[in-house]
């Protein structure tokens, strides 16, 4: 009889995640998740959401956040639900946040959806996550156009957190991102002079995603850099997202 190799491949995969899992630590931190919600039409607004479930608690939270694209500020106080319950579940943190963002969101208009152009997902290998490029997709086999690289920096800083007192021993971390076209023309377009509050006590920072309105692309309005941002949690780093316009 033949052997029948995907399930016996499957059969590997799964094996082998489940010895990862048994030989992990035991304390992790707080890994947030994002999903954006989309952009308004005339591309000057920005919406997504971040969640996940508390380390050391357990309790399931989600945040919602507009950004102005031009201001390159939040709109209004972001969105935070957290279910003081560690039965609680995710969704039901996420379906609090949404009905108490929709009234903003649909002031804003967010109908239109983001398409991600770039996208170090959790699961894969070997992006470093401090240097990545992305072009215009042409809705086709060839390369994207128009590529641009973008580099992120990392250096000490300072805040306004008892990050110490908080037993961090290492100084508190900034960003800066500099954007490289084909030429090698490089612009840098952000750089912190301070790190908020609302960051925490920061270790670390890396490249997570680059999203445009679809399917307008780069005229109609600046994308969106999403930047994970590592900082002093519970039982080890925690992982949230801030957003950078990009107006190549």
Sequence with gaps: ???????????????????????SPALAGDGAAIDPIGFSGDG?????????????????????FVVDLIEDKWVGSPVRVRLDDESASLDAARRKALAEAQPMLDKLALTVPAQPLLMNADGESG????????????????????????????????TTEPCASY???????????????????EAEIYRDTAVPASR???????????????PFGYSASPLVAVISVYSLGFEGPNRRFVTVPVAP
Excluded: W
Aim: a negative charge; aromatic letters at 12%; charged letters at 15%.
């Design 1 to 23: 009889m033949k052997r029948n190799v995907v399930p016996a491949a499957l059969a590997r995969l799964a094996a082998s995640l489940g010895f990862a899992l048994l030989a």
């Design 44 to 64: 000057r607004y920005f919406a997504y959401e971040e969640y996940g479930v508390q380390d050391g608690s357990g309790f399931p939270y989600d945040s919602i």
């Design 127 to 158: 992006a470093s996550g401090m240097e990545a490029s992305f072009g215009m997709f042409g809705n086709g086999l060839d390369a994207p156009s128009d590529p641009f690289t973008l580099e992120l920096e990392t250096f000490a800083s300072t």
């Design 167 to 185: 037993g961090m021993e290492d100084p508190v971390q900034g960003f800066a991102l500099t954007l490289v076209d084909s030429a090698g023309n």
């Design 200 to 214: 925490g006590c920061v270790s670390d920072y890396r490249i997570h995603a680059v999203m445009s309105p679809f």
